[in-house]
């Protein structure tokens, strides 16, 4: 009887003896490529093993985009090498937005999912009469990624077009334009919203139009200037931004380069139209709520 005894308490106390600190370093590495990035350096707290593991090459490019070194030898100038970065330290630079094309265009991984999102700047697109500061302006502002929106006065004939090529990994993506009516400041620390050169919007719609060099294509209307409620807390169009939501396409990874062309116009030229600030096309993978600034998806 004391001898049973004495054997069950040895056992217990071997099993209570156990910890985290004795699951093989090979073992936790077999897990983490399940984990999200998140997840994976929250774990590597734990202890030396699963430091290790977190630290691993095999573990952050399973997280990467199979085109990775594509994207960076777009994004980084050729003078700054990136071959001695590990893939940990790959994924941390490329998970915050990094400009190219003059710094008018973002791309970046989202830190959850490792997918490729993008956002485009009005300066890099064409916009009828943006040299005219009759029609239009550039504003500065904090609200905008880019830190400047394009600001329409009044025109007649409003077209705005632009286009981007891009090596996007094989996803389905959703292609939007942010745009904000009235003109917005900040008075007393307080946002203040001007809607005094604010008309037109409302008589025609405004027509949104995407498409790929493969052949896809979509196309999207709306009237940017509407009194009912466009969420369940009761906001309206005026005083947020917006995101339109032009459509969808899919990237099967078959091409090197996606090249998108998009637009958006309201050319009837029977009124005139003003009072909108453009600030940029959003092209996030498609089920991703990424939220830029404060704003509403339309």
Known sequence: MGASLSNASTNASTAVGSTLGD?????????????TPPE???LARLNRAFRGAASSNSVWESKLPCNYQQLLDIIMPSHQRYHNLSMKDIFALLSR?????????EVWLHKVTGRVCMS??????????????????????EESRFNTVAYLQEIWWFEVDGE????????????????????????????VCNYEQTHGWDIK???FEF?????????????????????????????????????????????????????????????????????????????LRERKRSGILK
């Open 23 to 35: 699951i093989p370093e090979s073992c936790v590495a077999g897990v983490l490529p399940h984990l």
């Open 40 to 42: 994976i350096c929250n």
């Open 97 to 105: 937005p990094l400009p190219f094309h003059d710094g008018n265009k």
């Open 120 to 141: 485009i700047s009005a300066k890099a697109m064409s916009i009828t009469g943006i040299d005219d500061r009759r029609y239009w302006t550039w504003i500065p502002t």
């Open 164 to 191: 981007v090529k891009f090596p996007f990994p094989a996803d389905t993506y959703t292609l939007s334009f942010r745009i904000h009516l009235g003109r917005f400041s900040k008075r007393l620390g307080r946002r």
């Open 205 to 207: 719609p405004v027509r």
């Open 211 to 287: 498409s790929t060099s493969d052949g896809q294509r979509s196309i999207s209307e709306y009237f940017l200037d509407e009194t009912e409620h466009i969420d369940a807390y009761g906001d309206y169009k005026r005083r947020n931004w917006v995101d339109y939501k032009v459509g969808e396409f899919i990237v099967n990874g078959s091409e090197p380069i996606t090249e998108v062309r998009f637009s958006m116009k309201q050319i009837d030229c029977t009124h005139s139209k003003g009072g909108l600030c453009v600030d940029s096309v959003f092209i996030i993978p498609t089920g």
